[in-house]
């Protein structure tokens, strides 16, 4: 599976912005995907994430209310609605997939970078 992401870009704060996550390749074997983030000097940390078959969708806390996950499986792709951004949000984020029979997230897109000035 091949993941490209797109979308990022510079925002005010209190603004929003939509991230893109485009798959391609063996597609019927996703499983799961997520948005991770990581921010410059510090560790990736996930975001958000959906099943890709059942629709279940999760949150870490910090974007909870704010950030909102989705999927289109007929297009393949994988949105992060992004409201009410944080100077905080900026990072580069990240697309992510997990497989069936997979235990880890082993596709992973290039990266979009977002900054979000106060």
């Known amino acids: 599976v091949q993941l490209q992401a797109s979308g990022g870009g510079l925002v005010q704060a209190g603004g929003s912005l939509r991230l893109s996550c485009a798959a391609s390749g063996r597609t019927s074997s996703i499983y799961d995907m997520r948005w991770f983030r990581q921010a410059p000097g510090k560790e990736r940390e996930f975001v958000a994430g959906?099943?890709?078959?059942?629709?279940?969708?999760y949150y870490a806390d910090s974007v909870k209310e704010r950030f909102t996950i989705s999927r289109v499986n007929a297009k393949n792709t994988m949105y992060l609605q992004m409201n009410s951004l944080k100077p905080e949000d900026t990072a580069v984020y990240y697309c992510?997939?997990?497989?069936?029979?997979?235990?880890?997230?082993?596709?992973w897109g290039q990266g979009t970078q977002l900054t979000v000035s106060s």
């Open positions: 992510a997939a997990q497989e069936l029979g997979k235990t880890d997230f082993s596709s």
């Open positions: 959906i099943n890709w078959t059942g629709g279940r969708r």
